[in-house]
């Protein structure tokens, strides 16, 4: 008979982290919702899943406290509770819209912005990356999401820090239908930051095209060849959804049109004519 999946609840961050140091086929699970998507004929045997969903620093939406306005969200916090909480929505409306488009009200329920993050093609994720979100850990020190995301395994996220609104900033998801479908690509632009992720994508900030924004080419050739080897997704395995047998090219051509549609007024308009002197 093969092994039963055991189930350990922590009762600390530390705990759980040293869990998962302690063995291999240790996985943390919050909500549930991404790990089991792999799980086509149920979980592994042998596995050991470390609940991350009731740890008490990993609870809650707060304000940080001095300076500049700021967010302190717990990794347990569910997307549906991220997508109503005020805070979130005046302080990081970006981040609102995005849960609001992620799976159904049910999954949205269950399914964490920890666990989100830690499934590395969560939508969110593109997000987090164009505002700088940094990532808390369980000896409660505090790191870049792209240090974070550099490490494998995953270290257990605690909490993910956010300052205030990011301006101009906006995301795009785009599926193949309105009803949920894995995202062929999601891109979110915050200032100079342009982020990605897609179903078979690991999320990443695509450093090529932000440098193609700052200058002032924009010509298609340099836009497509930046692009095409930021979204390579590095023979990375993951969800593969058949957007076509070129998926890099796809998504390039998709992630420049978004990009010039945004940038439009900035890019193509003719300078405003000076106010008359008065
Ligand atoms: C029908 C359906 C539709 C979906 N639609 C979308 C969608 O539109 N967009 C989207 O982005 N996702 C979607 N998902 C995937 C998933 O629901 C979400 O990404 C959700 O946020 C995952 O959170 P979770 O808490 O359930 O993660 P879990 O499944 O518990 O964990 C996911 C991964 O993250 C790791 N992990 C969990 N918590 C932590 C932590 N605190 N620190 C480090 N690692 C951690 C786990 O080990 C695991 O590898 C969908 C899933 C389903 C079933």
């Known amino acids: 008979m093969s092994a039963p999946v055991r189930i350990e609840r922590p009762a600390s961050a530390a705990a759980a982290q040293a869990l998962r140091a302690a063995a291999a086929d240790v996985v943390f699970v919050a909500g549930g919702t991404a790990l089991q998507l792999g799980w086509t004929d149920g979980a592994p045997a042998g596995l050991t899943l470390v609940d991350v969903a009731r740890l008490s620093a990993a609870q809650g939406i707060t304000l940080t406290p001095a300076g500049r306005p700021g967010l302190r969200i717990g990794a347990a916090v569910t997307l549906e509770a991220l997508r109503l909480d005020e805070r979130v929505v005046r302080l990081a409306p970006m981040l609102a819209q995005v849960c609001a488009e992620i799976g159904s009200l049910p999954v949205r329920t269950w399914g964490t912005l920890g666990g989100n993050a830690g499934w590395r093609y969560g939508d969110a994720l593109a997000v987090l990356l164009v505002l700088q979100a940094r990532v808390e850990l ?27 609104p990011a301006s101009p900033c906006w995301y795009e998801k785009i599926g193949q239908r309105e009803a949920f479908a ?20 690991p999320a990443r900030r695509l450093r090529r095209t932000e ?35 070129a998926d890099v090219r796809w998504r390039a051509s998709a992630a420049r049109r978004l990009l010039l549609g945004h940038s439009r007024p900035s890019l193509d308009d003719p300078a405003p004519p000076a106010a008359p002197s008065t």
């Open 138 to 164: 369980a000896d409660g020190s505090v790191r870049s999401l792209e240090d974070w995301l550099a490490a494998e395994p995953l270290p257990l996220a605690v909490a993910f820090h956010l300052d205030g």
């Open 182 to 201: 894995p995202s062929m690509l999601t891109l979110a632009q915050a200032g100079g930051r342009v982020a990605a992720v897609a179903a078979g994508l």
């Open 211 to 245: 440098a193609c924004l700052a200058g002032p080419s924009v010509d298609a050739s340099v836009w497509v060849a930046a692009l095409q080897a930021d979204l390579d997704d590095d023979g990375v395995a993951g969800v593969r959804v058949p957007v076509g047998p």
